[in-house]
């Protein structure tokens, strides 16, 4: 099935989701790398609040390049999702309910996306350049030092995505590449 949805997601809208669907996310989603998921569990840990209402919103794993003159944002590829798995699980119990990014996910990371109704999203790599055309805005919300692996918050319109494990725990990896 092909969807075109707006973030954040209503949970409706995430439970009729399934595993190879097409999905145009279209709203307000964040960016977070390695460096940013550490500063945030670090947050946590400490007592502090996120920098971002997380409850409902989605994380988009991605470092951009710099933007060319005119643009809101450079190449916009997808990173590899296993890199946040051990700080996910937290995110997702505090309320996190969909990521974008690329590859497998962990055991620990599935079961609380199913403990959670959360839904993992692919991008497709290598074709950040195309994907930076469906960003609307991009404005650094914390963690300025890190660079490109800043906290962002992005503005997209028709973000192309493909369901890999959807609210029922069914991943695509696993029923294409076994």
Do not use: W
Not at 11 to 36: C, F, N
Not at 107 to 114: C, G, H, R, W
């Amino acid at each position: 099935m092909e969807y075109h949805l707006q973030a954040p997601f209503k949970e409706e809208d995430l439970k009729k989701l399934r595993a190879g669907d097409l999905v145009y996310v279209s709203g307000t989603i964040y960016v977070a790398r390695d460096a940013a998921h550490k500063r945030m569990q670090e947050a946590l840990d400490a007592g502090k609040e996120l920098p971002f209402a997380i409850k409902g919103e989605t994380i988009y794993y991605m470092g951009p390049s710099p933007a060319r003159e005119g643009r809101p944002i450079g190449s916009a590829g997808p990173t590899t999702a296993s890199r946040m798995d051990k700080y996910t699980p937290t995110l997702l119990d505090l309320g996190l309910k969909a990521m974008i990014g690329k590859g497998k996910r962990s055991q620990e990371v599935k079961d609380a996306m199913l403990r959670n109704g959360a839904v993992y999203f692919a991008a497709v790599g290598g074709a950040g350049a195309l994907l930076s055309k469906a960003i609307c805005s991009s404005e650094v919300l914390a963690y300025e030092d890190l660079g490109a692996e800043a906290l962002r918050r992005l503005t997209v319109k028709d973000f192309p995505t493909i369901v890999v494990i959807d609210t029922e725990g069914k991943d695509l990896y696993k029923e294409v590449c076994p």
